[in-house]
């Protein structure tokens, strides 16, 4: 068994099969063992797609409130990959979204002088 430690309160993070174990017993507390082990590497993520850390943030939510109605039926192997892929889809999802041609295709408007 792997112990991974923080670097400020030196606490032991939790595997990733005990985190499955607790979104299939339906504990919110897997996702803020999510968010402790996962959060900032996956906001990171989302931020390298996503052209403001807001956006970035929503999507990582949104990850999150993906996993807590995807697990159960599902049991993946890993949740570090797991999370990885629905986030990587979600930040996609909204940078389509963002620049789709209806909203202007990415492009500003620029204000013209009279």
Same mark, same amino acid.
């Given at each position: 068994?792997? !112990?991974?430690?923080? #670097? @400020?309160?030196?606490? #032991?993070?939790?595997?990733?099969? @005990?985190?499955?174990?607790?979104?299939?017993?339906? %504990?919110?507390?897997?996702?803020? @063992?999510? !968010?402790?082990?996962?959060?900032?590497?996956? #906001?990171?993520?989302?931020?390298?797609?996503?052209?403001?850390?807001?956006? $970035?943030?929503?999507?990582?939510?949104?990850?999150?409130?993906? +996993?807590?109605?995807? +697990?159960?039926?599902? %049991?993946? $192997?890993?949740?570090?990959?797991?999370?990885?892929?629905?986030?990587?889809?979600?930040? !996609?999802?909204?940078?389509?979204?963002?620049?789709?041609? #209806?909203?202007?295709?990415?492009?500003?408007?620029?204000?013209?002088?009279?």
């Amino acid at each position: 068994m792997t !112990i991974y430690y923080m #670097k @400020e309160g030196k606490e #032991k993070l939790m595997e990733d099969t @005990e985190i499955i174990t607790l979104l299939w017993q339906r %504990r919110e507390s897997a996702l803020d @063992e999510i !968010i402790r082990r996962y959060g900032g590497l996956l #906001k990171n993520f989302a931020g390298r797609i996503l052209p403001t850390t807001q956006d $970035a943030e929503e999507c990582v939510n949104d990850t999150l409130l993906d +996993i807590w109605n995807t +697990i159960p039926p599902k %049991r993946p $192997a890993s949740i570090a990959s797991y999370a990885f892929m629905l986030t990587r889809r979600r930040s !996609i999802d909204r940078l389509r979204r963002l620049t789709a041609k #209806k909203r202007g295709g990415g492009v500003y408007l620029v204000a013209l002088d009279e």
